[in-house]
Structures are given as structure tokens and as C-alpha cells.
């Protein structure tokens, strides 16, 4: 996959995939999210990716949202631990249209005070919402405990007593120390001729140079723990898992491939296999590993009654110890290495999920892997590379557990 790049002279980098289709998805990720949050701040980052369709020095809320729904097409944000997403798909006539209301939104933002209660509650009825979901919010608390005493592992939704507590001048202050041009990636996929892009994008986002002057605080030492909540589900849930790797590191891919081994999305995964194809124990067993620019989590999460719990537990266990003490043959690492190429094949065709990955991508590596790039990458990761990783990360000693019950 070949792409198009650009600095301006602002220090606003552009990404740019030409592609036949006449739906163009084109957008700002911001280096900024909920690990950049200080003590009182929580849930500021999300909250101002909600605040900003609220209105602008020319704009109110509802001419923010009705300039491209008018044409057929749509603006969306989300928010992540390390990142603000903030994008728009448009039928390809319409990309300039949208690019103006996207440097409109991100750098003319007034956060009117008179809709931050509205949105505040429309935040609360969220973060409802999630607690209702414990197969979710069980992520979120074991993040906590994972990265205890760190901002990233915080809620990326906040709390309501800082929610209520904001106004204009904090996000904006947030935005001034957090939103720096140096930090900004716009990308755009679609047969718009990259020139256009480049010209539409210094008219639009023709802002001053910003730099970043704080410096992310690295998590802090971890240590294993052990925890249990009483949420009175209908059935236990339970996160097993341990800190991982972060984008840059020579074990991401081999992590990957393992992740995807054990508790991948097919049912011939040896988790599932192991725990619900030969025990019947849980309806879902799943394996996840997520890497951020200098750390990471490794994750087991099931769902099973709470009289299973410990055999669950001493099952999972089990597949672990064997990833740990002897290397995968050559057929199953052949296998392994097909499986995971025909899923990234698949996913790829997701245009808007390969845009929003490719933007990430080069707004922390400056650079997007190709799926042939990706797929010699894991070629080379040996039946001796997985093993280490997992005699790295499995030992039942260095694992945390979190159960809901």
C-alpha cells in the first residue's frame, strides 16, 4: 500500500491513500488522550471530544452537525487511553467541505458554557450505560490495576465529580497544552487528487505552530495484585493478564501471533478449545493485547458461573505453562501465521478501520505498514521467539487477576 505525506509548515503532518471509492474518510488524530489528563482533570480528554460539535466561533452546535448530515455524510470522534480521533465520511465531492468544518472544529472550538451541563449529563447517562456492561467495564478496572498510580490506567469516561466540576477555560487550557500542531495527523483516503488535499489543508489549518512542553509521565513499577468486586451479575467475569509491550518493541508481532494463538477470534483457539469446546465452562473466552507508545497489556477474559472461577483459572494456567516450556511445532506455527494473515487480510477491507489504523500508525511511528510488511514481519517470528515471550509475560507470579462476582 503506497501513501502520500506532507508537513506543513505549522508542523501538521498529512497522510493520504488514494482509493477508487466514492466515499472519502478524512480526519485530525490528536496525540492526546487520557494518560495526559492531570489530577482533577479525568475524563477531560473525552469530554472535550464530545464538546467539540458544540460550537465554534461562527458556529453553533446544530450547523456543526447539520453541514455534512445535509450532503449524506457524517462526522464521528472516540477517544482512547493515547489518542482523540475526530473525523468525517463525505461522498467524495464533498471533502472540502469537510476538511474546512474540521479545522473549524478543532481549532476555532468556544466549549459554550450553556451546553456543557447538557453534555455532562449526556456523559453521565454513558458512563451508566458502561457499568451496566461488566463484560466491558472489566477491562477498564483491571486497566486501574495494571497501572496503578498512572494516568493511563485511569477511566477514559472520568467520574462525575470531575465532570461536573469543568468549564470553558479548563478545556481550552487542556487543549492549549495538549493539542500542539507538532502532536496533529490529518488523514484522508479517497481519489481526491493528494495536491488538493495538501492546498485545502494549508487553507483550513493554517493555525500557528504549536510544540509539546510537558513530557508524558511513564507508568509506575508494577507489581502483580489480586482483587475481587461484588457487581451481583448474573454470572462471573474474570480478567487475567499482565503488562505487555509497547509499539516500538522487537516482541510486538510475536506477541500478537501468540494473543491471537491462545484466545484469537477463532473457535479453534486453545483457550477456546480448552475452556469451553472440552469443559463446556464459558460461553466466551478471549485473549487481547494492547500496545501503547511505551507499554502495553496482555489480557484473558472469560465469563463463566462463579463455581467455575478457579477451574477456569487452573485450565488457562495450564495452556500458558505449555506456551512456556516447550516451542510450537513447525505445522501449528505454519497454521498460526496463515490464520492470523487471512484475519489482518480481512479486516484491511474495512476502509474506515484501515484509515483510522493507518493515521495511529504514523501519528506515533511516522511511518503505516503495508499488509505485505506486516505479513514479512511475522514470518520471521520463530517458535523460539513465542516461547520467550511467554516465559516472559505467563508466570502465574507475575500475573494480575480481577474477578466480578
Known amino acids: 500500500m503506497e501513501y502520500q505525506t506532507y508537513t506543513l509548515v505549522n508542523g501538521i503532518r498529512i497522510i493520504h491513500q488514494m482509493d477508487d471509492s466514492p466515499v472519502h474518510y478524512c480526519g ?48 464521528d470522534a472516540y477517544t482512547t487511553k493515547e489518542e482523540t480521533f475526530v473525523y468525517a465520511t463525505v461522498p467524495c465531492q464533498y471533502v472540502e467541505r469537510a476538511m474546512e468544518l474540521l479545522g473549524d472544529v478543532l481549532f476555532n472550538s ?18 451508566q450505560l458502561y457499568n451496566d456492561s461488566p463484560a466491558e467495564l472489566i477491562y477498564d478496572d483491571f486497566d486501574e490495576m495494571v497501572f496503578a498510580g498512572s494516568s493511563i490506567g485511569k477511566n477514559i469516561l472520568g467520574n462525575e465529580k470531575t465532570l461536573t466540576s469543568f468549564t470553558s477555560n ?23 487528487d493528494f495536491a488538493k488535499i495538501v492546498r485545502w489543508a494549508e487553507k483550513y489549518f493554517a493555525v500557528s505552530r504549536s510544540e509539546r512542553e510537558f513530557l508524558r509521565q511513564k507508568p509506575q513499577l508494577y507489581t502483580s495484585s489480586c482483587t475481587q468486586k461484588i457487581k451481583d451479575t448474573c454470572q462471573a467475569h474474570c480478567i487475567v493478564g499482565n503488562r505487555a509491550f509497547g509499539i516500538d518493541d522487537e516482541n510486538l508481532m510475536a506477541l500478537f501471533l501468540l494473543t491471537n494463538i491462545l484466545g484469537g477470534p477463532n473457535m479453534s483457539s486453545r483457550l477456546n478449545m480448552a475452556v469451553r469446546e472440552r469443559h463446556g465452562l464459558v460461553y466466551t473466552i478471549e485473549s487481547s493485547f494492547i500496545p501503547y507508545s511505551d507499554t502495553g497489556v496482555f489480557s484473558i477474559y472469560f465469563g463463566c458461573e462463579e463455581s467455575h472461577i478457579e477451574k477456569c483459572c487452573k485450565l488457562i494456567h495450564k495452556e500458558l505453562r505449555a506456551m512456556m516450556e516447550s516451542p510450537i511445532d513447525d505445522k501449528k506455527m505454519s497454521v498460526a501465521k496463515l490464520q492470523l494473515g487471512g484475519q489482518l487480510l480481512i479486516e484491511a477491507q474495512n476502509k474506515e478501520n484501515l484509515v483510522l489504523s493507518m493515521a495511529k500508525s504514523f501519528l506515533h511511528q511516522n511511518r503505516f505498514l503495508s ?30 487477576k480481577l474477578v466480578y462476582k
Open 170 to 192: 479548563d478545556a481550552l487550557r487542556f487543549m492549549q497544552r495538549c493539542y500542539n500542531t507538532t502532536e496533529l495527523v490529518f488523514f484522508s483516503m479517497g481519489k481526491i
Open 371 to 400: 499488509y505485505e510488511m506486516v505479513m514479512d514481519k511475522i514470518a520471521v517470528v520463530s517458535a523460539e521467539r513465542l516461547q520467550a515471550v511467554a516465559q516472559q509475560l505467563f508466570a502465574t507470579e507475575t500475573m494480575s
Open 28 to 75: 485530525f488524530v490528536v496525540n492526546a488522550g487520557t494518560r495526559d489528563e492531570l489530577e482533577g482533570e479525568e475524563g477531560m480528554a473525552h469530554f472535550i471530544e464530545h464538546m467539540l460539535f458544540k460550537g465554534t466561533k461562527k458556529r453553533k452546535s446544530w450547523h456543526i452537525l447539520n453541514r455534512l448530515e445535509a450532503v449524506g455524510g457524517g462526522l
Open 110 to 127: 468556544t466549549f459554550p458554557a450553556h451546553e456543557i451541563e447538557k453534555e455532562v449529563d449526556v456523559i453521565l447517562e454513558e458512563i
